[in-house]
């Protein structure tokens, strides 16, 4: 696929995979930056066209001490550091239409949540800054249903959207990956898969959310025979303490290890 009208995309003749990774919350500047820099030795080497991923705040939380953010601007400008430091690009979630614009002055790239996909506003107030979209599918949602999602980015003149799978609820604490949902969502736009999120155990009774991130090698692999375009992964250099998601995180330290076996699994599938 054609990443080259995103700023700062390295590798953009590469038939790898892209990978969006980073912490699931932007915690501050120094964790920020020693995540970045390491995903970036890490894809250099391999190729792999890479978008920093960091969330300005956290909007979806189970309990109201959960922590949300350290302030959006100060958030916002430090993913605009990481991305003038080394040269890439960005990717945060939006939750309001406010959000939009704001957000859209820092990055390169705005993700809708899924459990706000739906919000045809919000869509539309993204779709409009004229930045690349990138939409998760609803845990709620059917594959077919995110053409809709699609259109309605293109109806509002942006063509540059994107669907990530991040997996549908499986009764009320697990996740699945339906992999037939792929090649039909592929047919809409460019599909990411999700592999951290995809792996959460939600609604647990503490008001923590759990995680699976013993099986973030099998959903990559299978994701990667599957022909899907980019690969989401939140990482972290210490998960047990980080302060959101650190139960489905994938330690930064494996990180190398799992994007090798998979760019020799992509070169397989694409008969290199």
């Given at each position: 696929?054609?990443?080259?009208?995103i700023p700062n995309i390295k590798h953009t003749n590469s038939n790898n995979f892209f990978l969006l990774a980073g912490p699931c919350a932007i915690e501050g500047e120094d964790m920020a930056m020693r995540i970045a820099e390491k995903v970036l030795q890490i894809t250099n080497k391999l190729e792999i066209p890479f978008i920093f991923k960091g969330s300005f705040k956290k909007a979806n939380r189970s309990r109201i001490d959960s922590f949300?953010?350290?302030g959006d601007e100060k958030a916002l400008?430090?993913?605009?550091?990481?991305?003038e430091s080394f040269k890439v690009p960005t990717i945060t979630d939006i939750h309001e239409i406010s959000d939009a614009a704001l957000a859209a002055k820092y990055v390169d790239v705005l993700q809708i949540p899924a459990f706000l996909v739906r919000q045809t506003d919000l869509v539309v107030a993204a779709a409009k800054t004229g930045k690349v979209v990138n939409l998760k599918k609803g845990q709620f949602m059917s594959p077919e249903a995110m053409k809709h999602a699609v259109q309605k980015v293109k109806d509002s003149g942006n063509d540059n959207v994107w669907i990530t799978d991040r997996g549908t609820m499986f009764g009320y604490q697990d996740m699945i990956v339906d992999f037939r949902g792929i090649p039909t969502m592929r047919s809409y736009a460019p599909t990411v898969l999700d592999v951290t999120h995809s792996l959460q155990q939600p609604n647990q009774s503490s008001g923590v959310t759990?995680?699976?991130?013993?099986?973030?090698?099998?959903?990559?692999?299978?994701?990667?025979v599957n022909n899907i375009d980019g690969l989401f992964m939140e990482t972290h250099f210490d998960p047990a303490n980080a302060k959101s998601d650190g139960a489905n995180m994938l330690h930064l330290d494996y990180l190398e290890k799992l994007l090798t076996n998979l760019v020799a699994i992509r070169k397989v599938v694409n008969g290199l």
């Open positions: 696929m054609n990443l080259s009208n949300t953010g350290i400008e430090i993913l605009a550091k990481v991305s759990g995680g699976r991130p013993d099986m973030i090698e099998t959903i990559a692999r299978a994701g990667v």
